[in-house]
Antibody, heavy 117, light 110 residues
Framework: EVQLVESGGGLVQPGGSLRLSCAAS????????MSWVRQAPGKGLEWVSV???????YYADSVKGRFTISRDNSKNTLYLQMNSLRAEDTAVYYC???????????WGQGTLVTVSS | SYVLTQPPSVSVAPGQTARITCGGN??????VHWYQQKPGQAPVLVVY???DRPSGIPERFSGSNSGNTATLTISRVEAGDEADYYC?????????????FGGGTKLTVL
C-alpha cells in the first residue's frame, strides 16, 4: 500500500528556514517523480516543486531560489528545504507521487507551515 | 504561464447532474486531471487523463476534454459529493515545467 507521511512543519519567523520531510512506503521514491503542493489557508492548491526520477528539479516562480527539493534514497524520503521564508509561504504542504501524464495519484496528509513573528 | 479557469461555485440538488468546467487555451491538447478535496482532508484524485477513473471512484464521476474546455461531470449527485474540486494539467511549454491547478470550484449539494 502506498503511503506518504509528511513532517517538519511548524511556526517559523519571517526570514527563517524549515525542512519538510515526506516518508514514503509501498514504492521507491527514487524511481518516481515526486512533487510538493501547498495550500494557503482558505485558498486553492498551488504546485511548488517536482523532482524527476532522473534527478532534475523544477520550481514554481514563487519559491525559486529559496526552496530546494531533494530525496534520500536510503531513507526513501523526499525533502523540501525552505529558506528565506515569507508570510505568504504560510500553507499546508503536501507531498505527492506523480504518475504517468503528470497526475498526482497519491498524496500525504499534509503538514502546516506558519510564517509569523 | 498557463492559466486554468474554474467557476468559484456550482450548486445542484441531490440526484441531479453537476458539471464543473475548467477553461484553458487549447486545453484539449493536454491531459486534464481532477481532484476532490473535502474540508480538512488531502485532495483525492477522481478523474485522470481527461476521462479515466482511479480504482474505487464511482462511475458517477466522468470527464471530458475538448477545445478550450474540460468538464468534470458528477451524475446522481449525493450529499457526500459536496467538496472543492480542482482541475490540473502539466505545463511543459516553458524551460521550467510545472503543475498548474485551476482555482477550484466549491460544489454545494442543495
Amino acid at each position: 500500500e502506498v503511503q506518504l507521511v509528511e513532517s517538519g512543519g511548524g511556526l517559523v519567523q519571517p526570514g527563517g528556514s524549515l525542512r519538510l520531510s515526506c516518508a514514503a512506503s509501498g514504492f521507491t521514491v527514487s524511481s518516481n517523480y515526486m512533487s510538493w503542493v501547498r495550500q494557503a489557508p482558505g485558498k486553492g492548491l498551488e504546485w511548488v516543486s517536482v523532482i524527476y526520477s532522473g534527478g532534475s528539479t523544477y520550481y514554481a516562480d514563487s519559491v525559486k531560489g529559496r526552496f530546494t527539493i531533494s530525496r534520500d534514497n536510503s531513507k526513501n524520503t523526499l525533502y523540501l528545504q525552505m529558506n528565506s521564508l515569507r508570510a505568504e509561504d504560510t500553507a499546508v504542504y503536501y507531498c505527492a507521487r506523480v504518475d504517468t501524464a503528470m497526475v498526482a495519484g497519491y498524496w500525504g496528509q499534509g503538514t502546516l507551515v506558519t510564517v509569523s513573528s | 504561464s498557463y492559466v486554468l479557469t474554474q467557476p468559484p461555485s456550482v450548486s445542484v440538488a441531490p440526484g441531479q447532474t453537476a458539471r464543473i468546467t475548467c477553461g484553458g487555451n487549447n486545453i484539449g491538447s493536454k491531459s486534464v486531471h481532477w481532484y476532490q478535496q473535502k474540508p480538512g482532508q488531502a485532495p483525492v484524485l477522481v478523474v485522470y487523463d481527461d476521462s479515466d477513473r482511479p480504482s474505487g471512484i464511482p462511475e458517477r464521476f466522468s470527464g471530458s476534454n475538448s477545445g478550450n474546455t474540460a468538464t468534470l461531470t458528477i451524475s446522481r449527485v449525493e450529499a457526500g459529493d459536496e467538496a472543492d474540486y480542482y482541475c490540473q494539467v502539466w505545463d511543459s511549454s516553458s524551460d521550467h515545467p510545472g503543475g498548474v491547478f485551476g482555482g477550484g470550484t466549491k460544489l454545494t449539494v442543495l
